[in-house]
T-cell receptor, first 109, second 115 residues
């Protein structure tokens, strides 16, 4: 089968750094997305990785290791507005998008 | 105004009723999708369409049907709603010029409750 594993929930402090991990087992790989979803709202695109390494975009960075089937999303200088769910999704060899259940991130003052 | 608009945003209905969820977009994208989101589960693809004459089943199409009335409109129907179809439904679009790895743009969601 195909699956995406993410922690269900994480808690971090305002101003700190948090790393949200995603491991995947899929039939092939053609890229990995991270989306942010605030409660009751639509998911919005954060990042796309297809090659190994770190992609930095402001306070958010995303890392990929294809050999390990692993990615992480790194959020720096956490703000209260970063409280949301973070969804990992992988494109498999059939170009199907496989979604993880998401990680709910709680930011405390 | 949202680029991808869903109506209704909330709907409560009874078992056996026919329900239609509508989606319209102003992004000019030719690819449109319907997803379902349940607590603790990843988004699940119900149907997708790559242009007006193209309709494809996703992983959980049973009990659902769709219609692509125009490039900008894609509606999802539940012919006879049942309680386990209670969920949050999202319409999404993507740009075919970005290929199969293009990002998705989601509507605001339609929360459906079937009693």
């Amino acid at each position: 089968g195909q699956n995406i594993d993410q922690p269900t929930e994480m808690t971090a402090t305002e101003g700190a750094i948090v790393q949200i991990n995603c491991t995947y087992q899929t039939s092939g790989f053609n890229g990995l997305f991270w989306y942010q979803q605030h409660a009751g709202e639509a998911p919005t695109f954060l990042s796309y990785n297809v090659l190994d390494g770190l992609e930095e975009k402001g306070r958010f960075s995303s890392f990929l290791s294809r050999s390990k089937g692993y990615s992480y999303l790194l959020l720096k200088e956490l703000q209260m507005k970063d409280s949301a769910s973070y969804l990992c999704a992988v494109i498999n060899s059939n170009y199907q998008l496989i979604w993880g259940a998401g990680t709910k991130l709680i930011i405390k003052p | 105004d949202a680029d991808v608009t869903q109506t209704p945003r909330n709907r409560i209905t009874k078992t056996g009723k026919r329900i239609m969820l509508e989606c319209s977009q102003t992004k000019g994208h030719d690819r449109m999708y319907w997803y379902r989101q349940d607590p603790g589960l990843g988004l699940q693809l119900i149907y997708y369409s790559f242009d007006v004459k193209d309709i494809n089943k996703g992983e959980i199409s049973d009990g659902y049907s769709v219609s692509r009335q125009a490039q900008a409109k894609f509606s999802l129907s539940l012919e006879s709603a049942i309680p386990n179809q209670t969920a949050l439904y999202f319409c999404a679009t993507s740009d075919s010029e970005r290929g199969d790895t293009g990002e998705l743009f989601f509507g605001e969601g339609s929360r459906l409750t079937v009693l």
